[in-house]
Nanobody
Framework: QVQLVESGGGLVQSGGSLRLSCAASGSIFSIYVMGWYRQAPGKQRELVATVTSRGNTAYADSVKDRFTISRDNAKNTVCLQMNSLKPVDTAVYYC??????????????WGQGTQVTVSS
């Protein structure tokens, strides 16, 4: 079993900051990609940011220069520092991990989601 536990969501005013964290635990052999997606009401889930095991990062254009993703390979954690938040950033944020359990093909895993609400 693999568990992804997210924390850090909440309500913040426009221009404020929040930090999301996600910890992966369980029967894990190797983690390849960690990241965050988000889904706003009535919209499709979209990529926010990802980071590979080598530290290569990718960001959605809408969050570049405002959000920073970081990863601790020793602790199997990924964080998303969100600055200069805007009301359009309001969404449920999901932790996303690509990992393999011993001897198995890598699979995608999702966290339960954490709500981020930015008021104007």
């Amino acid at each position: 079993q693999v568990q992804l536990v997210e924390s850090g969501g909440g309500l913040v005013q426009s221009g404020g900051s929040l930090r999301l964290s996600c910890a992966a635990s369980g029967s894990i052999f190797s983690i390849y990609v960690m990241g965050w997606y988000r889904q706003a009401p009535g919209k499709q889930r979209e990529l926010v940011a990802t980071v590979t095991s080598r530290g290569n990062t990718a960001y959605a254009d809408s969050v570049k220069d405002r959000f920073t993703i970081s990863r601790d390979n020793a602790k199997n954690t990924v964080c998303l520092q969100m600055n200069s938040l805007k009301p359009v950033d309001t969404a449920v944020y999901y932790c996303y991990v690509v990992l393999s359990r011993s001897g198995e093909t890598p699979l995608n895993y999702w966290g339960q989601g954490t709500q981020v609400t930015v008021s104007s």
